[in-house]
């Protein structure tokens, strides 16, 4: 194992904000924000839609906005066979939805409340993409 | 006065998404390269957003409401089931496929990346297919 392209600090500062936009959102608006609960329910639930609309569009800013300030381009690096990004969406998909959560849900609220659900579930999820990088890359 | 927390909430988490380095697929994918060339950069996301909000939700805890709203909606579900079990290996193989979980994938839309496009389409099929199921069940 070799170490490659570290970048503790600027991920660290990252982490604070999202935890800053946690507490902003709890503290605030009494709700827990996760991404995928809150884009499923845009989706299909009439409760807080505009809440929700406004919380998606906030993030889609922040890009925007880095962008707009240090004037070079988001690094984004994406895998482009469709079978594969077809099957990962659906995926990510039905499994938060049935899982309850994802990375914000449960591996940063869920872990800070420190419920046990959220545990285990970002234990497996962790688990789970660890072992499919590593198979993926054998084949 | 909720709106705009909301928005402001959107709008910090989308900062720090982008400046962690979440929204690259390619940086997760190195990330959860454990076991060749690892970048452990991101395990830091983790970290600093855990630190900052971990209080908050103790502080909260002895707090009746939050500031914009009637209630804290604390989650209610405790069991460590079949479908959180299920769901959450689910959700890590489609993770570790392509390196977006649905934060990331949605910051991505402002980059107008076509692939970014695919993925999101076909995890917003993912929660209809889950909503199907569940209303003819």
Not at chain 1, 32 to 47: R, V
Not at chain 1, 64 to 75: E, H
Not at chain 2, 69 to 92: C, H, N, Q, R, Y
């Amino acid at each position: 194992m070799t170490i490659i392209n570290f970048t503790p600090i600027s991920s660290f500062l990252g982490g604070l904000l999202i935890g800053l936009a946690v507490v902003i959102f709890f503290l605030g608006n009494g709700r827990i924000a996760g991404i995928s609960g809150i884009t499923n329910n845009l989706l299909f639930s009439k409760t807080n839609r505009l809440d929700n609309l406004l919380f998606i569009l906030g993030i889609i800013l922040g890009p925007i906005l880095i962008q707009f300030f240090t004037g070079t381009p988001i690094p984004f690096v994406i895998e482009t066979s469709l079978v594969m990004l077809v099957s990962a969406g659906l995926l990510v998909g039905v499994g938060t939805a049935i899982g309850g959560g994802c990375t914000s849900g449960h591996g940063v609220c869920g872990i800070s409340r420190f419920s046990s659900r959220s545990i285990v579930a970002t234990l497996l999820f962790m688990g789970a993409a660890i072992l499919t990088v590593l198979f993926k890359g054998m084949i | 006065m909720n709106r705009f927390c909301s928005l402001v909430s959107g709008l910090v988490f989308g900062l720090g998404l982008t400046l962690s380095g979440m929204t690259n697929p390619e940086k997760v994918i190195n990330f959860l390269n454990i076991f060749r060339a690892w970048d452990p950069s991101l395990a830091f996301v983790m970290i600093g957003a855990i630190l900052i909000s971990a209080p908050f939700f103790y502080l909260a805890k002895n707090k009746n409401k939050p500031l914009f709203a009637e209630t804290f909606s604390w989650p209610t579900v405790k069991e460590i089931d079949s479908k959180l079990i299920l769901g959450s290996l689910m959700f890590g193989i489609g993770w570790g496929l392509i390196g977006l979980c649905p934060g990331p994938a949605i910051a991505s839309i402002s980059l107008l990346s076509q692939p970014s496009f695919t993925f999101i389409l076909s995890m917003l099929a993912g929660f209809s297919l889950v909503r199907a199921y569940n209303l003819i069940k």
